[in-house]
């Protein structure tokens, strides 16, 4: 027989409505209210939208160029997603917010099995509030998708190799889903490969005694291997197939950019982003705060749990380890490398936080960082409105939001108000209860306010919409040393004449091209590449956006250029 549902007058079924609830209100507010900003989402959108368009789903390009920095799944699920609902506002973020969701399941869910119902939530609040959590969940970048796919392979891998009270395997089911999840996230980002560290603690763990058996002599052991093969193939064997059959050099690159030189070669060379070896402690000090908070309390208590041998513990802690000293190695780091630790690290906090939430210390940080959030952002918010700090001086030049500074300034101090009223409220009492209800409202006030106001000029759709009342309905326009949101955010069919071609070339093919018909021809050219013999007296100048210069040049004013 199915079991009986709780009603919802339970408590512990109002705990659960209510986690999911708040999660879908911080990660879903906005959805649908602003555009692609860069440095990455522009880029992708663009890629999904060209992939619509044209109705080659393999292999993907950046205006007419073949784009190999990344496999297609990501792109993929933007475009699925354009096709259900018609809107690319919607469908560029959707995956983004299913994936931060199916991410917070999977802790959730290994929380309640591993340990308590209760614990579960909590390791779901000490994820859904890690600062970094939030914030990438909230932007169209592959991160969210593959801290999923890592997740899920952890999942299915715990599931598997755990045996304790309330988790009993072997699951060759779960053990096959850990495998193909990884596979999933080897072809949405090659790091996806990292779910599988996983089986190096779990094997270190059933060698040693501990409740944690791998069952490599059993001959399903192959079937995770299996799966992997399979579900990486769904993607790179058409891809090959299709590459071989192209007789164009291009394709040849496309495949050994996207194999060898995005992968193994990003990460035993890295060619940017060189930042010092302890790069990820300073991240995650500072990125997963308030939750990394808990850590001076956390730590003593992981050590007495290990003394007893619970591979509860041992093997989240252990992967969490790994996966730093794996992103520590290169040279070249960027912040959000370290996010598909934070999942594991939230699982093993789980059951200690209902202890550590009762110490005093634990109480005074809670507070202490509620305290100093709010402050910050309302002090912040009172110079922006009332005074013409530097901070906002740069802040508004480069982004060219002269017109949205007061409205900017407002928002954020009403963001800083509502953080002190949380406070007032709840903070000596129920200092948890204030730092969710500030953050809460920090990202909601994000979502419906702030986002809308950056907008037109941080997605460009402000210069895009003023380039195409300039030059009018039917003139053609051109782009030199563009970017994606220049090209996704056009009004009109545009040409363009090459993203990786050096700024001079493009410049040159782009007055060439300006000739053939200079009375209805315009180009929209990045500053730093417009060329010395164009008369910068007939030029249309139109300010910075994206914090970069531009300026339309009709056909008169490239007359001297031969």
């Known amino acids: 027989m199915l079991p009986t549902p709780r009603p919802l007058t339970d408590p512990r079924s109002r705990d659960t409505w209510l986690f999911w609830i708040i999660a879908l209100l911080v990660l879903g507010a906005g959805l649908g209210l602003r555009d692609p900003w860069p440095a990455d989402e522009p880029r992708f959108t663009l890629v999904a939208k060209q992939m619509v368009e044209s109705g080659d789903w393999l292999f993907p390009h950046r205006g007419h160029e073949l784009y190999s920095d990344k496999p297609p799944v990501f792109m993929w699920l933007q475009a699925i997603a354009y096709t259900i609902f018609g809107n690319w506002r919607v469908a560029f973020l959707l995956p983004s917010l299913l994936a931060a969701l199916g991410t917070l399941w999977c802790v959730v869910d290994l929380g309640k099995r591993l340990w308590t ?58 053990w096959m889903l850990g495998w193909a999840a990884a596979a999933l996230g080897v072809i949405s980002k090659g ?125 989240p802690l252990a992967w969490w380890a790994l996966v730093i000293v794996f992103f520590s190695i290169p040279s070249g780091k960027r912040d959000m490398y370290i996010l598909p630790a934070l999942p594991m690290m939230a699982l093993a906090l789980g059951p200690l936080l209902p202890g550590l939430m009762r110490k005093v210390g634990v109480r005074r940080a809670a507070f202490g960082f509620t305290a100093v959030f709010s402050i910050a952002m309302l002090l912040g918010g009172l110079a922006m409105w009332f005074g013409d700090p530097g901070f906002e001086r740069r802040f508004v030049e480069e982004r060219g939001l002269e017109a949205e500074s007061t409205a900017l300034a407002m928002c954020i101090t009403a963001v800083g108000v509502w953080g002190v009223l949380c406070l007032l409220f709840a903070g000596r009492r129920r200092p948890f209860a204030a730092t969710v209800a500030m953050l809460s409202g920090v990202w909601v006030a994000f979502g419906l306010m702030l986002a809308p106001l950056l907008n037109d000029s941080s997605s460009a759709r402000g210069l895009m919409t003023d380039v195409g009342r300039r030059i009018g309905p039917d003139a053609e326009l051109g782009l030199v040393a563009w970017r994606e949101q220049n090209l996704l955010m056009a009004d009109r069919r545009v040409a363009e004449f090459g993203f990786k071609v050096d700024f001079d070339e493009q410049m040159q093919r782009g007055l060439r091209w300006q000739r053939e018909a200079p009375t209805r021809r315009w180009l929209l050219v990045q500053d730093v590449a417009l060329a010395p013999c164009i008369d910068a007296s007939r030029t249309q100048h139109l300010g910075n956006a994206n914090r970069r210069g531009w300026t339309l040049v009709p056909g008169d004013a490239a007359t001297g250029c031969r």
């Not at 970094?132 to 998708?145: C, R, Y």
């Not at 999923?148 to 089911?173: K, M, S």
């Not at 302890?278 to 007495?304: D, G």
Request: aromatic share 14%; with cysteine.
């Open 117 to 174: 119902r209760r614990v579960g939530l909590y390791a779901g609040y000490a994820l859904l509030f890690a600062l970094q959590f939030t914030w990438q969940a909230k932007k169209a970048q592959i991160d969210p998708l593959v801290v999923f796919w890592i997740t899920l392979g952890n999942y299915g891998l715990l599931r598997h190799v755990l045996q304790t009270a309330r988790n009993q395997g072997p699951n060759w089911p779960m």
């Open 191 to 315: 790091v996806g490969i990292l779910a599988l560290l996983m089986l190096v603690p779990a094997g270190f763990a059933s060698l040693r005694g501990w409740n944690v058996k791998v069952h490599v002599r059993d001959a399903r052991f192959w079937l995770g291997p299996l799966a992997f093969v399979l579900a990486a193939c769904v993607w790179l064997v058409p891809m090959l197939i299709a590459a071989i059959g192209h007789t164009g050099p291009e394709y040849r690159a496309y495949v050994d950019d996207i194999l060898l030189r995005q992968t193994a070669k990003r990460y035993g060379a890295s060619w940017d982003h060189g930042q010092p070896l302890w790069y990820f402690l300073e991240v995650m000090a500072t990125m997963w705060l308030p939750t990394v908070l808990a850590l001076p309390w956390a730590i003593p208590a992981w050590r007495r749990r290990l003394r007893r041998r619970d591979p509860r513990y041992l093997l």
